[in-house]
């Protein structure tokens, strides 16, 4: 089977369970931000020297993919997805993520100073690049929640909490870069 299944030269796709959708429907925007995250996530580790953070990148794109899936079905699918065994985000998850905010601003010499501009060395653009496209899909997410659709809560919660992790890392690996640091460690 060829990746070329000619089936969206119209401007549809297919949702799971096979929902038909015009490419610009806010749920394909939503999960396809996601995936713009996913990929701008994997420069992160190909580029981030601390193992700490290739760590927690690979952790969250391997939940981002779990978070895609969710994304991609339709409302009148949801319990069907749900029954067939599938995962969705949870607290636990994003409470892991607050964990780890925690424990940079309690680990780290960051320097909270000013406005960050991005582009001090190559691994903090791509935190940053990271960053704002987390943002993206965070308001994609909650674009798709308008009333008519339903978004888990914590779907939301997660990626602005993601956010905040890309952030603190940019900012870690330019203090880093700078001086002196102590050395942060593994994720929990």
């Not at 009333?147 to 939301?156: L, M, R």
């Amino acid at each position: 089977m060829s990746i070329a299944t000619k089936t969206g030269d119209s401007g549809q796709t297919t949702l799971m369970y096979g929902v038909r959708v015009p490419k610009a429907d806010l749920r394909v925007e939503a999960y396809g931000s996601v995936d713009e995250l996913n990929a701008a996530l994997g420069l992160v580790r190909a580029t981030a020297g601390e193992r700490v953070i290739q760590e927690v990148v690979l952790s969250v794109q391997k939940e981002l993919v779990l978070l895609m899936g969710e994304l991609a079905v339709a409302d009148k699918d949801r319990e069907r997805y749900l029954k067939g065994g599938y995962q969705v985000v949870t607290a636990a998850m994003v409470d892991r993520l607050t964990d780890l905010v925690d424990d940079f601003e309690k680990d780290c010499s960051i320097d909270f100073k000013g406005w960050a501009t991005p582009g001090h060395n190559l691994s903090s653009a791509a935190l940053d690049l990271a960053r704002t496209t987390c943002r993206r899909a965070e308001r994609r997410v909650v674009a798709l929640c308008d009333g008519a659709n339903y978004v888990n809560p914590e779907s939301i919660r997660y990626l602005n909490r993601f956010a905040d992790i890309l952030w603190l890392c940019a900012r870690y690996i330019e203090t880093k870069d700078d001086g002196p640091s102590q050395k942060m460690s593994a994720p929990r």
